[in-house]
């Protein structure tokens, strides 16, 4: 049985300034890269050895990736860098904070953006965009790996995740939105030759 680990990203510098990131190539804070070294520590202490990875193209997850195998001794493992897998575009709320949206685009209509799944902002992307890239993706490269028996680390973003725990998990749009997945925690599941996947955290009432 393989196994299959996905970590969001640690502490970006616009995560702590509460902006909308999206496609901005943004670095971790110290504290992001103290997460990752303590996802790391975590998966170590797990036992766990990685075949492959996988990750998007954006370095605030190439670095969380890169500090993970460096605390794992396993800075060899074959990596795949994908835009597939980047965050949600946020089109024009991009670089904006919470209240410089609000005061942009009204509070309704932020609140819309933020918590519908298929309402992209203006030049955006919605949720349901993000995982009709994501998936296929998820679906040709990664799944493959996992019924070839490998184990699989995959470093990327709050909604690219999202998307692929939707799939995994079974989870409905109305349950999608209610999971938030923390920086820099590693979600771990076992997945058979055929597929399918064990060892669910978000399956029922999930997380907010």
């Known amino acids: 049985m393989a196994k299959l680990v996905l970590i969001r990203h640690g502490q970006s510098q616009w995560n702590l300034e509460n902006r909308f990131t999206g496609w901005i190539d943004v670095p971790l804070t110290a504290n992001g890269e103290a997460e990752a070294r303590k996802a790391g520590e975590q998966l170590r202490e797990a036992g766990l050895h990685f075949d492959q990875a996988f990750t998007s193209v954006l370095q605030r997850a190439n670095r969380t990736l890169d500090i993970v195998l460096d605390v794992l001794g396993q800075t060899g493992v074959p990596t795949e860098y994908d ?3 980047n965050e949600r575009h946020y089109g024009d709320l991009q670089g904006l904070n919470k209240a410089e949206t609000a005061a942009k685009f009204g509070d309704e209509q932020v609140h819309i953006w933020r918590r519908s799944f298929d309402v992209p902002p203006p030049n955006g992307e919605s949720l349901k965009d993000t995982a009709a890239r994501t998936l296929p993706y998820f679906d040709a490269h990664i799944m493959p790996a996992l019924k070839a028996g490998k184990n699989v680390l995959v470093a990327a973003h709050g909604n690219s995740l999202r998307s692929i725990v939707m799939e995994i998990e079974d989870l409905t749009p109305a ?5 938030n997945i923390g ?26």
Not at 175 to 179: D, F, R
Not at 193 to 204: A, I, Q, S
């Open 83 to 85: 835009l597939a897998l």
């Open 175 to 179: 349950e999608i939105l209610q999971v």
């Open 183 to 208: 920086t820099g925690i590693p979600l771990t599941y076992d997945v058979d030759p055929d597929g399918t996947v064990h060892g669910c955290h978000f399956k029922g009432a999930v997380k907010a």
